[in-house]
């Protein structure tokens, strides 16, 4: 087995045949690439504001993206959300932090404790002892999303880069279908949401086709430490569950999660039609955008008796 295009020695057996290292580097970046000019994610007026976990797909993102926004002059800053996962997180983002310093990218670091005076896990010790109905990673995945797109706007953002991978957006696809959510499925896409709201930073997904296995040996062969292991919380999450079985289907049926995107890509305009007659209000608790009258994370943490800065 050679390489497609230059018949050297592969590291990657894809669709269209296998790559050697230096054909795949060019492929997953032409890849990226694409999907940011065939979507028009972002123009040069746009101030990018690159959502950081410090996981290999966020690294991915933010790498890819500040190369186009240095030849183009354009402001871009990572944020990185500290849940207080230790042993993961912490590490997670001290990875981040030596690569921006590297890169010279602007970087910035927003904890749990900062703004709501706790970490996850001590909230979730909380929602437990009064019996809410909410799992670990909903909370943090609630919690978080509100610190970013308020950070993101007070500090000039227009766009929120997010990296999530083509397994991501295929998980996220069949969960909505199982739970039967389909106005959620309203607001997926390389560019989701279905209402805009000039409070709520847009986000942007330019990894969006690209898979899970393609993002880890892109970040491998480009040399980045990166801490290749999931969230310790998520095992017992749904998203585990759904990732495992598509997995499995994808193995036996290699294309599963690429036509799960593509059919989901057909079906978005439609629904989008559907469901984006409603408005985005302000939360009356915390100012935020939001569908109801109070935010999700108001909500949740008005049920745990917490406050929020």
């Keep these: 087995m050679k390489c497609i295009l230059c018949k050297g020695k592969p590291v990657i057996e894809l669709q ?21 000019r065939k979507h028009k994610l972002f123009d040069k007026k ?21 190369k186009i926004a240095k030849e183009r002059n354009q402001k871009v800053f990572a944020l990185g959300v500290d849940e207080g996962v230790k042993g993961y997180r912490d590490v997670q983002l001290e990875d981040m ?29 909380i929602a437990r002892k009064k019996g809410v109905d909410i799992s670990q990673c909903t ?23 997010v990296g999530h991978n083509l397994d991501d957006e295929a998980q996220t696809a ?12 309203a607001r997926l896409g390389p560019i989701p949401g279905s209402i805009r709201h000039k409070d709520f930073i847009p986000r942007i997904k330019p990894l969006y086709y690209c898979t899970n296995e393609e993002t880890h040996l892109y970040t491998k062969l480009m040399g980045f430490s990166v801490l290749y292991k999931p969230c310790p919380h998520r095992k017992a999450s749904f998203r585990e569950y759904v990732d495992k079985n598509i997995e499995g289907v994808e193995k036996d049926y290699p294309g599963t999660k690429s036509a799960i995107i593509q059919n989901t890509l ?44």
Excluded: W
Excluded at 22 to 27: G, L
Excluded at 139 to 161: D, P, Q, Y
């Design 46 to 66: 746009d101030v990018l504001c690159v959502g950081c976990s410090g996981g290999k797909d966020s690294l991915a993102a933010l790498y890819l993206v500040n």
């Design 266 to 309: 057909k079906l978005v305009p439609m629904l989008k039609n559907e469901y984006s007659k409603g408005e985005i209000k302000e939360c009356r608790s915390c100012g935020e955008p939001s569908k109801n009258v109070v935010c999700k994370s108001c909500k949740v943490l008005d049920k745990l008796g917490v406050s929020n800065s």
């Design 97 to 125: 932090k030596k690569f921006c310093d590297e890169h010279g990218i602007e970087f910035h670091i927003v904890k749990f404790t900062d703004v709501y005076g706790k970490t996850n896990e001590q909230l979730m010790k």
């Design 16 to 36: 269209q045949g296998h790559l050697c290292s230096k054909c795949f580097i060019d492929y997953f970046q032409k890849k990226v690439y694409k999907t940011i």
């Design 139 to 161: 909370l943090c995945g609630i919690l978080r999303r509100k610190i970013m797109n308020r950070f993101a706007r007070e500090h000039g953002a227009t766009k929120m880069v």
């Design 174 to 185: 069949m969960m909505n279908m199982f739970k039967g959510s389909v106005e959620l499925m």
